[in-house]
């Protein structure tokens, strides 16, 4: 079993930059790989980033890339996601996820609680 909470979410101005973490807690967490997903209001939930259990390989949707990076500390048992020149559209609640790591939401086995980014224009 994998507990998994985010942390790091609020207000901020477009062009800014804003981490968030997403600490797990289960001795197998570190063979998982991590997703990061956002559902903005009314929206569905999409994917946003993804890292392998090694760190050694990472995604990201084409709306994100190159403005945002994922990495992982396993020695910690976190994951972040760094958002630079973020944008509007950019505002949902982010949450993060273990398990098989892919782009799709049943790629993974357990979610966090989801941290919200609000980035105001």
């Known amino acids: 079993q994998v507990q998994l909470v985010e942390s790091g979410g609020g207000v901020v101005q477009a062009g800014g930059s804003l981490r968030i973490s997403c600490a797990a807690s289960g001795r197998t967490y570190r063979t998982y790989g991590v997703g990061w997903f956002r559902q903005a209001p009314g929206k569905e939930r999409e994917f946003v980033a993804a890292?392998?259990?090694?760190?050694?390989?990472?995604y990201y949707s084409d709306s994100v890339k190159g403005r945002f990076t994922i990495s992982r500390v396993n020695a910690k048992n976190t994951v972040y996601l760094q958002m630079n020149s973020l944008k509007a559209e950019d505002t949902a609640v982010y949450y993060c996820?273990?398990?098989?790591?892919?782009?799709?939401?049943?790629?993974?086995?357990?979610w966090g609680q989801g941290t919200q980014v609000t980035v105001s224009s």
């Open positions: 996820a273990a398990g098989r790591v892919g782009r799709r939401q049943d790629d993974y086995d357990f």
């Open positions: 890292i392998s259990w090694s760190g050694g390989s990472t």
